[in-house]
């Protein structure tokens, strides 16, 4: 069965801090993996998608990269920000639209 | 606007009342699903489908329904809600159904059944 774990479960950091969240799955036959963020009670928003040929992709403070090999992704967060706090989720996707999702990392981020 | 759309956002019903939450999306997508989210357990596939009159079971598909008609739409339907059916109930959408692209979500259903 496929399993994608996220560790740590929750992270508290001052503001102004460098973060990597790490994502691990494993199965590589992966299509690709997404990063959401999810405020309490709210929906998804997607942040970051790379491809199974890609190796990271960024949006401004954010870079998420992608080790198939290894089955792992890590999402950095540069100069947090209070309203960085949320949960961070990952999402592979394999084969036959079977998405399997991380129990996310809780972010909380202290001015 | 490019969006989900869920409804209703909020539901409290009773045992046995048979009820469809219904999801729509405007952005020509083949793929759709549906995801069910409880503490301790994250958020887990209930049904998907990679095209209109195609639909397939997820990890938990017990107690629930689905049917694709149209492309648009897809509703998620509790023929008979039971307690264990308490949940926050999201939708997805992606373009294709070969599994590249990003997944799209609705803001979320959050049903009790009493």
């Known amino acids: 069965k496929q399993e994608v774990t996220q560790i740590p479960a929750a992270l508290s950091v001052p503001e102004g801090e460098n973060l990597v969240l790490n994502c691990s799955f494993t199965?590589?036959?992966?299509?690709?993996l997404q990063w959401f963020r999810q405020d309490p009670g709210k929906g998804l928003t997607s942040l970051l998608l790379?491809?199974?040929?890609?190796r990271e992709q960024t949006s401004g403070r954010l870079n998420a990269s992608l080790d198939k090999s290894s089955g792992r992704s890590t999402l950095y967060i540069a100069a947090s920000q209070p309203g960085d706090s949320a949960t961070y989720l990952c999402?592979?996707?394999?084969?036959?639209?079977?998405?399997?999702f991380g129990d996310g990392t809780t972010l909380t981020v202290k001015p | 606007e490019a969006q989900v759309t869920q409804n209703p956002r909020y539901l409290i019903t009773v045992t046995g009342k048979k009820l469809t939450v219904t999801c729509s999306q405007n952005?020509?997508?083949?793929?759709m699903s549906w995801y069910r989210q409880d503490p301790g357990l994250g958020l887990r596939q209930i049904y998907y489908?990679?095209?209109?009159?195609?639909?397939d079971k997820g990890d938990v598909p017990e107690g629930y329904k689905v049917s694709r008609k149209e492309k648009r739409n897809f509703p998620l339907i509790l023929e008979s809600p039971s307690p264990n059916q308490t949940s926050l109930y999201f939708c997805?959408?992606?373009?294709?159904?070969?599994?590249?692209?990003?997944?799209?979500f609705g803001e979320g259903s959050r049903l009790t059944v009493l």
């Open positions: 790379i491809q199974s040929s890609q």
């Open positions: 199965d590589s036959a992966i299509y690709n």
């Open positions: 952005m020509n997508h083949e793929y």
């Open positions: 489908s990679m095209n209109v009159e195609v639909t």
């Open positions: 997805a959408s992606r373009l294709g159904a070969t599994n590249t692209g990003e997944l799209f």
């Open positions: 999402v592979r996707t394999g084969n036959a639209g079977k998405s399997t």
